[in-house]
């Protein structure tokens, strides 16, 4: 028995990493019929783990409120009652149902009854932990220390797992099956609502999923997705619609490979290091590069331009990186003049950042930001 345990963990845990998003998985509903996660692609979804006799139980009253609110607008959430934390979850689904639709009139979809944690928990929870760990109660909300007190008191180490901690953990899912953030009990659901917002808006979300990308699939973009992407570039607000900028969008890959070559013969060291290295250019396939007036200004409208750009790539399901190192060695190295003369740069213009372009090789996790230094003035 103990040995059929030990192949199953195995089997679960291989699911899990070759797993690419929630729409792998496969459920159990209140009605004991299978259901497949993919049947909510394309939708935002929050998954919980609930119970019926919890001190956090008062939340279904909220979490329905938010499915009113976003249902229609493609916000779903999926319930799963867990009896793991302290028996809270007692009775079979159907009584577990009835206790909701009576006492808090929920209409989100419930699923059976799972374990999260241990040797039998469901595969789909063993992958929302492996994409988001525990990050620790909030010590200054008094329940969150409460909970950091009693688990702490059972193990010492309970933090350094990313199991379940207790009823009513979330999970945001994004629109494309990506697990984006893990919210503890004690999370208010107005915090929950804001990124749910993020998620829902497709260009709130489309800003909240870019990422500057260093790696790319050997693969160039196709002409027509270039020209939409520039199109929707030149179309970012200029000062007084001067538009001062030139673009030059560049598809020679022979051009390309011909600049890197002088650059690996001026960094031979630091591209020897690089094992994944196939040009100076993040190794993009295709490259947009974006010129300024050689007397100054125009920065900021370039910098509107570019923005537009990389949000309109990430849309397309493309990626993106600004580049200021490439530039700095076109600009200083006589032997690469022929890569700016290619571009036919305007006289009074200078090549002022370059954009990497190309289908992701990687996914890059987002980069903390820092909102203490927003303030605002009322």
Known sequence: MKRLTICLMAFLSAMTMTAQSVYDYKVTNDEGREVSLSDYRGKVLLIVNTATRCGFTPQYKELEALYEKYNAEGFEILDFPCNQFGQQAPGSIKEIHQFCTANFNILFPQFDKIDVNGPNASPLFTYLKSQKGFGGFDLNDKTGK?????????????????????????????????????YEPTEKIANIEADMQMELNPVLSTIMARRSVRKYLDKPVEHEKLEVIVCAGINAPSGMNRQPWVVRVVENQELISKVTEVYKQENAEQVKRDKDFKNMFRNAP??????????????LDAGLLGENIMLAAQSMGLGTCCLGGPVRFLLANEKAKFFLDSLDIPNDYKLNYIIAIGYPDEQPEAKPRDASKVKYIK
């Open 286 to 299: 295709n490259l947009i590069c974006v010129c300024t007036p050689a007397t100054g200004g125009g920065e």
């Open 146 to 182: 409460l909970l950091d007190n009693m688990l702490s008191k059972n193990d010492a180490d309970y933090a350094k797992s990313a199991d379940i901690k207790w009823n009513f953990t979330k999970f945001l899912i994004s629109r494309d099956g990506k697990v984006i953030r893990r």
